[in-house]
C-alpha cells in the first residue's frame, strides 16, 4: 500500500490533496511498452495511460465527495500503480458508508453511456479510417473503464464490490459481524485470485491477490479489535448485579 512517503504531491482541489506514488512512473513505463504496439507512435500509448488514470482519479473523487456530503472526512487521495485509494472516513452508520463507497463505481457507470456516445460519434465522422490512433484510444478507454467497474464491485474485501456488500450486511448484523463476514469472503476471494495468479502464471493476478489478502487481514484483524472494545466497554458500562440476601 502507498504511502506518503513515497509519494508526490500533485494538486488539492475541493480541500482534497492528490498523491502520485513514484513506482506509478516505473510500471507506466513497462505498460505504455506494452501498448506501444497498436499504435503509430509513443504519444498515444501514453495518452490511453494518462486517460486511464483520470479515470481512475474521478473514481476516487466520487468516494471523497460522498463521503463529505455525508458529514465525513476525505482529504487525501493517493495514486499508485493498481489505481488508487481515497483515504475517506464516514460517519459510522450503514447508509453513511454505503453512499461513500457505492459513489466511486457510479462514477464508472456515468463513464459508460459518455464513451459509447463518443465511439459512436467518432465513428460516424470517419475516424477508424482519417483517425485511427485517436479512434483506438477512444475505444480502449472505454472498454478499460468498463472492466474496472466489473472487477471493483466483485464481493470482494477491501475492493468496493467487498465494502458494499459490508455496507449492506451491517443493517442487519451490525458493524462488527459484517466486517468479519466481509474480510472472510475477501479472504477467499483473494485466495481465489491467487490460484488464478499460479494457473495462468500471471505476476500482475498474483500481484493484486497478494494485495487483497493483506488489506483482508488487516481488516479482519481490525474486527477483533472493535469487538474486544465493545466487550471491554460492555463490562465497564454494565451495572453492578444487586447482591442477594440469604432468606432465613
Known amino acids: 500500500m502507498p504511502t506518503r512517503g513515497g509519494s508526490i504531491r500533485l494538486f488539492r482541489i475541493f480541500g482534497i490533496e492528490v498523491f502520485l506514488h513514484w ?31 483520470a479515470m481512475v482519479t474521478m473514481h ?3 468516494h471523497a465527495l460522498a463521503c463529505r456530503q455525508t458529514g465525513g472526512v476525505a482529504e487525501k487521495i493517493f495514486l499508485w500503480p493498481l489505481g488508487g485509494i481515497a483515504f475517506v472516513s464516514p460517519p ?22 459518455i464513451f459509447w456516445i463518443a465511439l459512436h460519434l467518432a465513428a ?34 477491501p475492493l468496493d464490490g467487498g465494502q458494499i456488500l459490508r455496507s449492506l450486511l451491517w443493517f442487519p448484523f451490525g458493524e462488527i459481524r459484517s466486517l ?25 493476478i498474483g500481484f493484486m491477490a497478494f494485495f487483497l489478502l493483506s488489506r483482508a487481514i488487516v481488516g479482519w484483524k481490525q474486527a477483533r479489535y472493535l469487538r474486544a472494545e465493545e466487550a471491554e466497554q460492555t463490562r465497564v458500562l454494565a451495572p453492578e448485579l444487586p447482591e442477594k440476601k440469604a432468606l432465613l
Open 23 to 53: 513506482s506509478w512512473f516505473l510500471v507506466a513505463v513497462y505498460e505504455v511498452q506494452m501498448m506501444r504496439s497498436r499504435y503509430s507512435s509513443l504519444a498515444w500509448p501514453v495518452l490511453e495511460y494518462l486517460g486511464l488514470f
Open 60 to 62: 476516487e473523487f466520487g
Open 92 to 113: 459510522p452508520r450503514p447508509g453513511a458508508m454505503l453512499w461513500s463507497i457505492a459513489a466511486g463505481p457510479l462514477v464508472n457507470v456515468a463513464l459508460v453511456p
Open 124 to 157: 460516424n465522422a470517419g475516424w477508424p479510417n482519417d483517425n485511427l490512433d485517436a479512434f483506438l484510444v477512444l475505444t480502449w478507454l472505454g472498454r478499460i473503464n468498463l472492466g474496472l467497474l466489473i472487477f471493483n464491485l466483485l464481493p470482494i474485501y
Open 180 to 204: 468479519f463476514i466481509a474480510t472472510a469472503i475477501g479472504l477467499a476471494g483473494g485466495a481465489a485470485l491467487l490460484l488464478a495468479a499460479v494457473w495462468f502464471q500471471s505476476f500482475w
